[in-house]
Each structure stands twice: as structure tokens, then as C-alpha cells.
């Protein structure tokens, strides 16, 4: 075990002075073993969401308060929730999944979130829309979105004056247990003069029709989401994809270590190199975050 080990991981001549796990035909079978493994999990997750899944906790009352203490800190008044609003919001995600886009504009039919909003009754100056996708909760959704300048605009525009959410749970652009948050703003009245400039305004635009559909697939509106699988996908796979990386960079470490203590000269090199690039790409991994925001 003790020679196979060093076979493995150092410079030896039975593995002509290089990590056998730094050869070519090494680093191929994993490359081959790693997408067998991703097709695995995949194939898992649709089947057997109860074990191998996304990991969530998602209140619309947590997102209202969150909201509403970012604008708190930027000194403006708070949202309402409004359940015309929230309707809206429902039937935006419900168009998402049942015509399978991720966007603002839905480009089956061409309609624009203004379309779900006047179709919910709610009679507004202004909208916006703000959307996330695979966050598992609440903060990290509010947090996104405040760190995104058009978002962020959204979020604290002196325009509006309620708001309304949506969490739902569907396969969108072919991920099964896609957690999708919509969420809506509206102001009825236009606010008084403030040092603020307004960045989020819409025209009324013309109303198109709101695809109703979505009794083919299983899209579920949910006031409180709660998701606990027994593995969290994500997770998973960011650990899966740390250790990985962490591992061949010790492997080069030691290679640069060992070929310099024993002076063995040899053609192949580059290996700061390659510990700078995978470190880049490790770095990128771990504050890489579960969803997206649009």
C-alpha cells in the first residue's frame, strides 16, 4: 500500500519521476470518471429529489422584511405586500416554467412582467421585477439582488409603494427542483421630489395574453418553502470539486519539493503554473454561490 501510495502522489522512478496522478492518461480517466459522475447525480436528483436535491428555506415574510430593512438603512420608507402583486408574480413563474425560460421577457409569447402585473388588477405608475433561481434562502436572495446595480435600483426606488412575492418549485432549462422567487414592485402614485433619482420606471405597455397552462408539470406556490434532502446537491459538489483541487495542488507542491531536493532533471515542467491556474479556479469555486439572480 505504502508503494502504491507513492506511485500515486510523488515522483518516483517506477512512475518515471512524476505523480502517476499528473500523467496524461491519469488526469483523462478522472475527467471520464467525472462526467459518468455528474450524468449519476443528475439521473438521481430527478428520481430521488428526497435524497439528492437542493437544500432550501425560503419565506415570502422573510423576503418583505429583508426588503424593507434595505430600505430602512437608505432612509425610505417601506413596501407593502400586496397580494395582487404576489398574483402576478405566480404567474410570471408559472409562465417561466411552463414555457421553460429564464428572462425577463418571455420569448415564446413575447410578454413582458407588465403583462402579469395588469392582468392581476393592480393599476400602477410604475413596476419592476426583480429574479432569483436555486438560492436556499431568504438573505442570500436579498443579499444578491442588493449587490446587483440593477437590482439594487429595484430594491430602493423611491417609485413604489407595495410589493408582492412568489416561491415556487418546478424543471426549468432542464434542471429538476428549480426553487424560482419572483418578486414584484409596484407604485400607484407618483412620490414627492427627493434628492433620489428614479432608475426603474415603465410605460404601460400593451396587455398580452397570460398563459394560464402549467397543469402538465408539478409548479408549486409556496408562502413558506422548506426543502431538507438528504444530500444537497450544491454542496456536494462544491466539496467534491474543493477537495479535488486542493489535492492536485498539493501534489504539485510536493513534486516541485522533491525534484528540487533529489536535483532530477527533467523536461516537464510549468508546475507553478499550473498551482496558479488551479488556485484561480479554487478560489472562483469558494465564493461561488448556488443561484442566480436576473
Known amino acids: 500500500m505504502k508503494h502504491f501510495l507513492r506511485h500515486l502522489f510523488l515522483p518516483h522512478h517506477s512512475n518515471n519521476q ?36 437542493t437544500s432550501a428555506n425560503i419565506a415570502t415574510q422573510d423576503l418583505l422584511v429583508l426588503t424593507n430593512q434595505a430600505r430602512a438603512q437608505n432612509n425610505l420608507p417601506p413596501l407593502s405586500y400586496n397580494d395582487a402583486l404576489a398574483t402576478a408574480a405566480y404567474w410570471k413563474g408559472v409562465d417561466m416554467f411552463t414555457n421553460n425560460y429564464w428572462a425577463h421577457i418571455d420569448p415564446k409569447t413575447g410578454d413582458t412582467p407588465w403583462v402579469f402585473i395588469q392582468k392581476s388588477g393592480y393599476k400602477y405608475t410604475y413596476a419592476g421585477e426583480n429574479l432569483a433561481r436555486g438560492f436556499g434562502d431568504a438573505p442570500s436572495i436579498v443579499n444578491a439582488w442588493m449587490a446587483s446595480p440593477s437590482h439594487r435600483a429595484n430594491m430602493l426606488s423611491p417609485n413604489y409603494q407595495d410589493v408582492g412575492f412568489s416561491v415556487q418549485e418546478g424543471t426549468l432549462t432542464g434542471e429538476p427542483n428549480t426553487i424560482l422567487v419572483v418578486e414584484m414592485f409596484g407604485g400607484k402614485s407618483i412620490p414627492p421630489l427627493t434628492n433620489k433619482t428614479a432608475t426603474s420606471t415603465h410605460e404601460p405597455v400593451v396587455v398580452g395574453k397570460v398563459e394560464a397552462a402549467g397543469a402538465n408539470q408539478n409548479i408549486q406556490q409556496h408562502q413558506s418553502f422548506t426543502q431538507s434532502p438528504v444530500v444537497d446537491k450544491f454542496s456536494f459538489a462544491k466539496n467534491i470539486t474543493q477537495f479535488l483541487l486542493l489535492l492536485f495542488i498539493v501534489i504539485f507542491i510536493l513534486d516541485i519539493l522533491l525534484i528540487e531536493k533529489k536535483k532530477i532533471s527533467r523536461i516537464v515542467g510549468h508546475n507553478l503554473d499550473h498551482i496558479l491556474y488551479l488556485l484561480a479556479i479554487l478560489a472562483f469555486v469558494v465564493f461561488l454561490s448556488s443561484g442566480t439572480i436576473f
Open 18 to 53: 512524476r505523480a502517476r496522478l499528473l500523467h496524461h492518461s491519469s488526469i483523462l480517466a478522472i475527467s471520464f470518471l467525472l462526467l459518468i459522475a455528474t450524468a449519476a447525480l443528475n439521473v438521481v436528483q430527478k428520481n430521488f429529489p428526497e435524497v439528492l436535491g
